[in-house]
């Protein structure tokens, strides 16, 4: 079946420090990536999503590229800020499942000024 | 343009009570409607999802139900509660093509079982 595989956190940096979050899956078809984020006492909001191989995804100065060789979609931003702390979510949309998302665990980024 | 509610934020509940928790969205029509259960630090569980009216599919088998009455509303609902059933309960709409559908998160409900 599907999974998806995220670095556990906390993960804590100061403020405009490099992020990388590590996110790799598993998949039976080809299927669609994306980030999600959720702040402090809030749902989910998309953050950005690459369909195919190679596409990456961007928004906000985040970006993910998908590579299918390495079956992974790690989220990076150049100069993280303290309003960037919440929960960040990986998950996989395979339309051979029935575009079911599959959720990693999340990674709580805490950003210290 | 789309958006998606939820109610109550927040619950509490005893064990053994039961609930009642709404989503609503406005703005599109036929949507995929979805349950998701998030405990406390932990990632999201998917509980039902929806393809159309009264249609309903269960992922996880325990004391919860779901029914959507109606195109764009989707109730959540459990005759008694467990202790297990605290956590955060989020909604989520999406429409859009095979492969690459992207799901769109209501404000969640809180739900805590005491």
């Known amino acids: 079946g599907n999974s998806v595989t995220q670095m556990e956190g906390p993960v804590t940096l100061s403020e405009e420090a490099f992020l990388t979050i590590n996110c790799t899956y598993t998949?039976?078809?080809?299927?669609?990536l994306f980030w999600y984020v959720q702040y402090p006492g809030e749902g989910l909001q998309l953050l950005l999503k690459?369909?195919?191989?190679?596409d990456k995804g961007s928004n906000k100065g985040f970006e993910a590229t998908y590579r299918k060789e390495t079956t992974s979609f790690h989220l990076e931003k150049g100069s993280v800020q303290v309003s960037d702390s919440a929960v960040y979510f990986c998950?996989?949309?395979?339309?051979?499942?029935?575009?079911?998302?599959?959720f990693g665990g999340g990674t709580r980024l805490m950003v210290k000024p | 343009s789309q958006t998606i509610h939820q109610w109550p934020a927040t619950l509490v509940q005893p064990v053994g009570s039961p609930l009642s928790l709404e989503c609503t969205v406005e703005g599109t029509s036929n949507p995929n409607l979805y349950w998701y259960r998030q405990a406390a630090g932990r990632g999201l569980q998917l509980l039902f999802y929806?393809?159309?009216?009264?249609?309903i599919s269960s992922e996880v088998p325990q004391n919860l139900s779901a029914s959507r009455p109606q195109d764009r509303q989707f109730i959540l609902s459990s005759k008694k509660l467990l202790l297990s059933d605290s956590g955060f309960y989020l909604c989520?709409?999406?429409?859009?093509?095979?492969?690459?559908?992207?799901?769109?998160f209501g404000p969640g409900t809180r739900l805590l079982v005491l």
């Open positions: 998950a996989l949309s395979d339309h051979n499942a029935g575009n079911m998302l599959t």
């Open positions: 989520a709409w999406s429409v859009g093509d095979r492969g690459a559908e992207t799901q769109y």
């Open positions: 998949a039976t078809g080809y299927p669609s």
């Open positions: 690459a369909t195919k191989a190679d």
């Open positions: 929806s393809v159309g009216i009264g249609q």
